[in-house]
């Protein structure tokens, strides 16, 4: 591959962050890689695993010369992050994230950017429940969606060289504004995951009276829910209190369509939940013709060995 950007700063070293690094070095898409973390612990775990080619105690120093400048803290430290770095980014870099929620960052970052660098959020619809310096690999971004929000009057050739490092990565682009994105993703990632924790948090009540009976004898579908529940709970912290109003339209549609099938189970109506069940079984069987999981059992995934990961 073609190197895209000559020094990429990765402002906070996570999965994400991680994983890119990998990828970058792995395809060849930059020529220096440069990062900060908060956490001292993080910083030298990074530099002794050789994550990057610099670590720096300091968001600042990480930009300084930097072509791209990639956000990869929780939703909240945003603000002050941007307002760091702002200083000491260089003409025509280009500052993006990686957040889940699009209004908010933007909210965040804009006011801080100066006139001479190029702001264009992104988000990878890419995971596992795993977090820290050690948990990336360069395989993460492979045929997943990596959504950009580009503001109204962006520079295209930004916009550009940004898809073309997404895409170097082994993502597939698409652009949608960022009111459009953050609703999308209250369907399709946001309020499962609420609906995930809410679940494995009934679970964990029952198993305070049942002897652990709930983890000893657990079933793939509720296995999957705390896969899902296990995440990051700073970034859904800062997830939902973000996105609040788009998770909460979906969550009190989730409510709605909830009562029907209550009422459908205690009136023994077999033909409703039969037909409900055909209809959503179809989405399954969209997403698995789409490429984004297969339909192996375990839902497709793996342990984590040489390169390959849990979505």
């Known amino acids: 591959m073609t190197v895209v950007y000559q020094r990429v700063a990765l402002i906070g070293l996570g999965l994400i962050a991680s994983s890119m690094a990998h990828a970058m070095r792995q395809f060849g898409l930059a020529a220096e890689i440069t990062g900060h973390a908060k956490s001292a612990e993080t910083r030298a775990i990074a530099a002794e695993i050789g994550l990057c080619d610099r670590v720096f105690e300091t968001a600042a120093e990480a930009v300084a010369g930097a072509d791209l400048v990639v956000l990869c803290v929780p939703i909240g430290a945003m603000a002050a992050i941007a307002a760091e770095i702002a200083p000491h980014l260089a003409a025509g870099a280009t500052v993006t994230d990686v957040g889940s929620v699009k209004g908010a960052v933007v909210e965040a970052v804009k006011p801080h950017m100066p006139d001479h660098v190029h702001f264009i959020p992104g988000h990878p619809i890419a995971g596992t429940e795993h977090s820290g310096p050690r948990s990336g690999f360069a395989t993460l971004f492979q045929n997943r969606w990596w959504l950009l929000t580009p503001p109204e009057g962006a520079d295209p050739a930004a916009v550009a060289r940004l898809r073309a490092l997404c895409e170097g990565m082994g993502a597939n682009v698409d652009e949608m504004d960022a009111a459009h ?86 009136m023994e109506d077999g033909e409703h939940l039969h037909a409900y069940f055909t209809r959503t079984r179809a989405i399954r069987r969209g997403i698995i013709e789409a490429g984004q999981d297969t339909s192996a059992p375990d839902f497709g995934r793996v342990a984590r060995v040489e390169g390959k990961g849990t979505a």
């Open 181 to 266: 994105h953050d609703l999308v993703l209250a369907v399709t990632s946001h309020t499962p995951h609420l609906i995930a924790y809410t679940m494995v948090g009934v679970a964990e009540h029952m198993r305070r009276v049942s002897n652990s009976e709930v983890i000893k004898y657990s079933a793939g579908g509720f296995r999957d829910l705390t896969r899902i529940a296990a995440s990051d709970p700073v970034m859904w912290r800062d997830v939902f209190l973000n996105n609040k109003d788009a998770v909460l339209d979906i969550l009190g549609r989730f409510t709605e369509e909830l009562f029907v099938l209550q009422r459908a189970i205690r």
